[in-house]
Structures are given as C-alpha cells and as structure tokens.
C-alpha cells in the first residue's frame, strides 16, 4: 500500500577485499570484491508532498543539496521513469562520514529507491530496484542487498555469501580527501602484483574462521591510497598494536578499519585513536549479518 511518509536507515560497508581484475575498454574497472555491510547507519526520511520538485535537507555541511546529491540523482531517476506526480521532500542525517571509503552515498541512494517503492507503489520488482541502483552508481546496487557478499563486474554482479563474522569493527578515517579518480589512476600506472585470496576469505567467512579472516583483509588500492596519505599506514599500524586481530583500508579511503574480538577492547583502542589522532572520525560498530543467504 502507498504511504506519504517513510524512515530507512541506510547502512555504511567495509571491503574485506578488494582486488581490481582488469580495466575495461570502456575505461571502468572489473573489480572482484568482499563487501559488508555494517550497523553504522544514516536515516533518510521521504515525505510525499503536492507542490512538485524534489528537495534535500541535510545535518553535514559538507554534503551537497543538490542533484549532485545521490539521494537526488535517484529520486530524479524515479520521477522521471513513473511520471510521477507531486514532488518528494527528503531529510538526511549523515552520520556515515563522506567520501570515506564507505560508500555512504551509494547507501542514502539506495534508501530513496526502495523507499520509493514503497511510498509510490511502484511496479518495481527486486531485480528492478537493482538495475535502477546501478544507473545511480556501482555500489548502490550492494547497498540495496546489504549483508555479506561477492561483487563483481563493475560492482553490479552481486552472490550473497553466508558468513559468521564475530568481530567487532573500529572505523578511524583521517582527514585527509581522496579522489577515488586519483586512486584508481595511479593504480593503472602501476598495478598490484599480488591479489587477495578471495577464495579463502569466502571459506574462512562461511566457517568463522576468525583469524583466517583477520589474515585475509586485503586491498589493492592501500597501497596507492597509503603513498599519497601516509596516516593511512600509521592508523594501521596503530590499529594493530592496540589488539585489531586485523587492519585494512575499505574502498579507495581513506577510512581504515580494525576489527576486534571483543567490543571493549574496540572501544578503548576508539579512545586510544582519538588521543593520537583527534582531527580523525572514529566509530565503533558491528558487522550486520543477515540470516536469510
Ligand atoms: P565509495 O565507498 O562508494 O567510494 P565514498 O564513501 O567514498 O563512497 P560518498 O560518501 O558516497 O563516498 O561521497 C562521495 C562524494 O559524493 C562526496 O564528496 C559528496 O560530495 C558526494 N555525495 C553525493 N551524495 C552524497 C550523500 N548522500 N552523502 C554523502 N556524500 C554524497
């Protein structure tokens, strides 16, 4: 049934791996990665309204209101493709931090479509809600799934895995801006000569082998990442020394996640982080894993 209002939370992930298998003709990269989603979540609110146009208002300064904004772009997409009438307030309150390697947009996109569908009815099945995410961007199509899964191509080819994950994960994103562009262009000058084990990552997940995780955490940009911001490897490190079974930059950074047997040892090293690196973000947060794989 149509409703005019609706609240989602839209879910922050980590790449528990992250290996680039080739670049296409089409100048996209076919990537092969391990994503999870976590608890640490936005809220978007959908509000139907009679007066047409759709508008953003959002808690962080940082994000743009316009159609820049994914949440926009997608909104847009539906407008246009079901005629829709009347218009569409949204109301944001980020609390995953932008441009992080988290894929915080991709997230808040993916709450206004499948919002969408619900307030709107729309004849839309899952697959459709897919195929509308991917045009938004390559990892909106996750963040409708959410869970633990494989994704490959350019991030639309999803295989949701089974996974017992018993970690707790300690997020620390320095200052620093990466341009994904950036990272993805100096990989090209130089490409990793060695790839995760994402094999053994799935059967170390699919059995909760938790130091067979810990070992496996891998990611092809780090390296690129860590050359142009050096406090990615120091996070790391630091991470590790504070009791992380295992450390690893998620996406193209330059967020840096540590994950934890237990959570208190998660929240002191929090405490820790902010002491030796006050200008960073840091969240403590758990793995959401889904029963239904
Ligand atoms: P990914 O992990 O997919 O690379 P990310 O965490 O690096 O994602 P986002 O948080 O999605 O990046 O933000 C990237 C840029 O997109 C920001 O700099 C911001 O200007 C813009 N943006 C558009 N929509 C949003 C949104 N809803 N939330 C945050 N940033 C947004």
Do not use: W
């Not at 670049?23 to 990269?29: A, L, N, S």
């Not at 940082?62 to 493709?81: Q, W």
């Not at 199509?141 to 970690?167: H, N, R, Y």
């Not at 120091?234 to 504070?242: A, D, G, P, V, Y």
Request: charged share 25%.
């Amino acid at each position: 049934m149509a409703v005019s209002e609706i609240t989602l939370s839209a879910h922050a992930k980590v790449n528990l791996t992250l290996d680039i298998l080739q670049k296409r003709p089409d100048g996209y990269h076919e990537v092969r990665m391990i994503m999870q989603e976590l608890a640490l979540s936005d809220t978007v609110t959908l509000r139907k309204t009679e007066v047409p146009g759709i508008t953003l208002t959002c808690n962080a300064p940082d994000v743009p209101t316009d159609a820049r904004n994914l949440c926009v772009k997608a909104a847009l997409n539906l407008f246009e493709r079901f005629s829709l009438p009347g218009g569409l307030e949204i109301s944001l309150t980020k609390k995953i931090p932008a441009a992080a390697g988290l894929a915080g947009g991709s997230a808040d996109a993916a709450a206004v479509l499948q919002g969408m569908r619900t307030c709107y009815d729309l004849p839309l099945t899952d697959a459709g809600l897919y195929a509308e995410g991917k045009k938004i961007g390559a990892d909106v199509p996750f963040c409708i799934l959410g869970g633990t899964a494989v994704s490959e191509g350019i991030g639309e080819i999803l295989t949701p895995v089974p996974a017992v994950l018993d970690f707790t994960v300690l997020l620390v994103k320095p200052r620093a801006a990466v341009s994904t562009k950036a990272v993805y262009e100096a990989y090209d000058e130089k490409p990793s000569e060695t790839h995760p084990d994402t094999e053994g990552m799935l059967e170390a997940l699919r059995t909760g082998d938790a130091p067979g995780i810990a070992l496996r955490l891998e990611n092809v940009l780090e390296p690129v990442t860590l050359a142009m911001h050096p406090e990615i490897g120091e996070i790391r490190k630091k991470l590790l020394s504070l009791g992380a079974s295992g450390a690893r930059m998620s996406g193209s950074g330059p967020t840096v996640f540590g994950l934890f047997r237990e959570r208190e040892a998660a929240e002191h090293a929090a405490e820790e982080m902010k002491k030796i690196f006050p200008d960073a973000f840091t969240a403590v947060t758990e793995a959401v894993i889904k029963d239904t794989v």
